[in-house]
């Protein structure tokens, strides 16, 4: 009988602990401290998808979660004449480009991020 509550009681901690977990997957804060939660999403200028007629997709892994997206994101914004949409859901990035640009140039931004990629042309 003391086994069974022992049991009991291992598996409630065991479930909130998995509960709390997806929680902070899906809320974006599994990999956060202050310094973090602080990131403010780098704006590119021209917004206009038909202004940018190079495509890539990159498959990105190791993303934990929605901030994990926004610093790869920022990375890849920071870089002229480039507009990216990176999305943790689907662990890939769609860089739009106005000019032809060497996959060097994208794979030093994910570095620079501290992830895995594959480049899709």
């Excluded at 495509?55 to 480039?82: P, Q, Y």
């Amino acid at each position: 009988m003391e086994s069974i509550i022992i049991l009991s009681i291992i598996a409630i901690i065991t479930i909130f602990f998995i509960m709390n977990y997806i929680k902070k997957m899906k809320s974006g804060k599994c990999c956060s401290n202050a310094e973090i939660n602080i990131i403010e999403k780098v704006k590119v200028k021209d917004k206009n998808k038909n202004n940018y007629p190079y495509k890539k997709i990159i498959k990105i892994g190791g993303m934990t979660c929605t901030h994990c997206a926004r610093i790869i994101e920022n990375n890849f914004n920071k870089i002229s004449d480039v507009y990216a949409k990176v999305s943790f859901d689907n662990e890939e990035a769609l860089i739009l480009t106005k000019k032809e640009l060497d996959n060097k140039v994208f794979e030093d931004a994910i570095k620079e991020s501290g992830y895995r990629y594959y480049i899709k042309d």
